[in-house]
C-alpha cells in the first residue's frame, strides 16, 4: 500500500526555519518523483518544490528559490524539505505527492500525504 506521511510542520517566526519530512511506503522514494506542494486558505495548490527520480535533479518554484531545498534519504525511504528564511506567505498546509516525473500540475500526481501545517507568525 502506497503512503506519504508529512510531518515537521509548525509555528515559525519570519526569518526561522523548519525542515519538513515526508515518510514514504510502499514503494521506493528513488523510483519515483517526489513533489511538494502547499495550499493556503482560499488559493489554489502551488508546487514548490520536487526531486526527480534519479534525484539528480531538483525544481524550485520562483517564490522559494534560494530558501527552500529538496533532498531524499533513500536508507530511509523519505524526502525532506529544508525552509529557511520562512516569510508569513509562506504559511499553508504543506503536502507531499508522488508521482512518474516532476511536473507543476497538482493533478499529475495520484498519491498524497495528508499534509503538515506551516504557519509563520511572529
Known amino acids: 500500500q502506497v503512503q506519504l506521511v508529512e510531518s515537521g510542520g509548525g509555528l515559525v517566526q519570519p526569518g526561522g526555519s523548519l525542515r519538513l519530512s515526508c515518510a514514504a511506503s510502499?514503494?521506493?522514494?528513488?523510483?519515483?518523483?517526489i513533489g511538494w506542494f502547499r495550499q493556503a486558505p482560499g488559493k489554489e495548490r502551488e508546487g514548490v518544490s520536487c526531486i526527480s527520480s534519479s534525484g539528480d535533479s531538483a525544481y524550485y518554484g520562483d517564490s522559494v528559490k534560494g530558501r527552500f531545498t529538496i533532498y531524499r534519504d533513500k536508507a530511509k525511504n523519505a524526502v525532506y524539505l529544508q525552509i529557511n528564511n520562512l516569510k508569513p506567505e509562506d504559511a499553508a498546509v504543506y503536502y507531499c505527492?508522488?508521482?512518474?516525473?516532476?511536473?507543476?500540475?497538482?493533478?499529475?500526481?495520484?498519491?498524497w500525504g495528508q499534509g503538515t501545517q506551516v504557519t509563520v507568525s511572529s
Open positions: 510502499g514503494f521506493a522514494v528513488d523510483n519515483f518523483a
Open positions: 505527492a508522488r508521482d512518474w516525473g516532476c511536473t507543476d500540475s497538482p493533478s499529475n500526481y495520484h498519491y
